[in-house]
Nanobody, 116 residues
Framework: QVELVETGGGLVQPGESLRLSCAAS????????MAWYRQAAGKQRELVAK???????QYSDSVKGRFTVSVDNEKNTVNLEMHSLKPEDTANYYC??????????WGRGTLVAVSS
């Protein structure tokens, strides 16, 4: 069983930045893709950013240009740099990993709250 642990969430003001990190118990390059999802209160979980082996990155329209997903080879983590945060970015953020196309491993999530 693979364990994914997210860290880095917190409370920030609009316009500020946060960096989320997802540590995996298995070599991250063994996965077909890894991604960050988020779920706001009363809403469905949505894809935020994905990094796919051999295919690069993709982002939701709502975060494109503000968020960046990347891997840290030495730490075996997938990171999400979030800038110019907005109140609508408030959500629980989840890391996922997939052996094929769809996620089959999930972290427990980390809360990001953007409020003045």
């Amino acid at each position: 069983q693979v364990e994914l642990v997210e860290t880095g969430g917190g409370l920030v003001q609009p316009g500020e930045s946060l960096r989320l990190s997802c540590a995996a118990s298995r070599n991250i390059f063994s996965f077909a893709n890894m991604a960050w999802y988020r779920q706001a209160a009363g809403k469905q979980r949505e894809l935020v950013a994905k990094i796919t082996r051999g295919a690069g990155t993709q982002y939701s329209d709502s975060v494109k240009g503000r968020f960046t997903v990347s891997v840290d080879n030495e730490k075996n983590t997938v990171n999400l740099e979030m800038h110019s945060l907005k109140p609508e970015d408030t959500a629980n953020y989840y890391c996922s990993a997939a052996d094929f196309k769809d996620p089959n491993f999930w972290g427990r999530g980390t809360l990001v709250a953007v409020s003045s």
